[in-house]
């Protein structure tokens, strides 16, 4: 059923069935647009690293501007010390950004738009930025969970939220970005079936609805890649600097 | 136009309700396991080369761009600052190199005019002594002339008038006679002549 609005975020086999013991691996339309976008931020950045010159052109100085607008964001949430893992955190904008944006061409599949990859990468960061709390402060790192100026009594409490919040942080980064994604292309989704179906007479409300909600969700594209991105660049802050 | 917008509102949640029914019956794709150990596969390997390309190769070169134009533009307001420098340097050397070429100028004028002056008032005052020394001659010359012409011109007339009276009459006459007579004319035309 075409009109499905849930449709889009089918996945299905590209080319032939891969195996490795029993697991499925096989190339999919996910696959598809993960490569898709790797690709052209690998081609885009490139030819913005290409030529050198004193005056960037237009592929030069985009590739520039990305490349100070991280930096800067890095260096105002964690500081100097957060500067060895900018590409990371570039790669990582950049993927999230290019996933996001390649989803909001028409037929397009959007990679963010699936909880488990969304997932994988949240607990990826949560992973990697415990362990670099870790190593940087030790056990004095559980410090983390003990906010300063707080009166005994509440404590416990206080100690427990702070791991849940804590522990909740792989979920609710992974949720944001997926449940945005996911939202806002069934709503698209939604209104271009309401202009099929109300025709010439009605259809002409939903597709100015859909006309502005496509500039809407391109804005949301940018925003939750940013927000992704800020969010992994607050966490490293934590581990960097235990500010409690 | 009442009974158009609530039929069109209607139709709207019409499509809206058996659009949601479709999606109901179907569930959501993301929650169906069958494709999660591919996604995280593909995403691991994707985003892993994505990374080191990016770490490796491609940001290295954007940084080192972003920094040689950082301090290539530094160098060149060095050396702009430099040759600023430089050049009010070489204003002030050519203001004094004018300045001493105007007073050398200056001086060579006023020793050449001195020179000059000096050449000339050398060569007036000869000049002047030799005119005057002339002047003086000629002075000299014109009275001893006026004082030998009377004479002269007695003794030329008193020759002429005994020629003449020899011609005439043709009898030799006293020659202290006619001279005496010549003097006596020429004192009265002297008179006539030079008197106040």
């Known amino acids: ?244 | 136009m009442h009974k158009r917008l609530v039929l069109y509102l209607f139709i709207l949640s019409l499509t809206f309700f058996t659009n949601v029914n479709g999606a109901e019956s179907e569930g959501m794709p993301q929650l169906n396991p069958e494709f999660w150990v591919s996604q995280i596969f593909w995403l691991i390997l994707t985003f892993g080369s994505l990374f080191i390309i990016l770490s490796k190769f491609v940001l290295p070169k954007i940084s080192n761009n972003l920094e040689m134009r950082k301090s290539q533009i530094l160098e060149n307001i060095e050396t702009a600052e430099k040759q600023k420098i430089e050049s009010e340097n070489k204003i002030k050397e050519y203001e004094t190199l004018i300045n001493n070429s105007k007073n050398e100028a200056r001086n060579y004028f006023n020793e050449a005019r001195k020179k000059i002056i000096q050449d000339i008032d050398q060569k007036r005052e000869k000049i002047e002594k030799d005119i005057n020394q002339e002047i003086q001659n000629a002075e000299k010359e014109i009275i001893e002339l006026k004082k030998s012409s009377p004479e002269k011109i007695n003794k030329i007339a008193t020759e002429t008038s005994i020629h003449l009276i020899k011609q005439l009459i043709g009898e030799e006459i006293n020659n202290s006679s006619i001279s005496a007579i010549v003097e006596d004319l020429s004192r009265k035309n002297k008179e006539k002549n030079y008197g106040n």
């Open chain 1, 1 to 244: 059923m075409a009109t499905n609005p849930m449709h889009q975020f089918n996945v299905y086999r590209i080319g032939p069935e891969i195996k490795i013991d029993q697991i499925d691996i096989s190339f999919t339309n996910a696959s598809l647009f993960m490569v898709i976008s790797s690709l052209v931020i690998l081609i885009v950045f490139n030819l913005g690293s290409l030529k050198k010159r004193i005056v960037p052109g237009k592929m030069q100085l985009l590739a520039e501007l990305s490349y100070s607008f991280i930096s800067k964001m890095i260096n105002d949430t964690a500081g100097s010390k957060g500067k060895p893992y900018f590409s990371f955190i570039f790669s990582l904008f950049m993927f999230v950004l290019f996933c996001n944006m390649l989803g909001m061409l028409p037929y397009a599949f959007t990679v963010t738009s699936h909880i488990i990859v969304t997932f994988v990468l949240a607990a990826f960061i949560f992973i990697g930025v415990t362990i670099i709390g870790f190593i940087k402060h030790g056990l004095g790192y559980l410090k983390l969970f003990v906010p300063s100026g707080v009166p005994i009594v509440l404590l416990p409490l206080i100690v427990i939220i702070e791991i849940i919040s804590y522990l909740s942080r792989p979920i609710s980064l992974s949720v944001r970005l997926f449940a945005n994604m996911m939202a806002g292309h069934t709503m698209m989704k939604v209104f271009g079936g309401f202009v099929i179906s109300l025709g010439l007479v009605g259809g002409w409300l939903p597709l100015s609805f859909s006309v502005a909600l496509t500039g809407l969700e391109i804005l949301v594209a940018f925003l939750q890649a940013y927000v992704f991105a800020i969010l992994t660049c607050i966490y490293l802050n934590d581990a960097l600097n235990l500010h409690h």
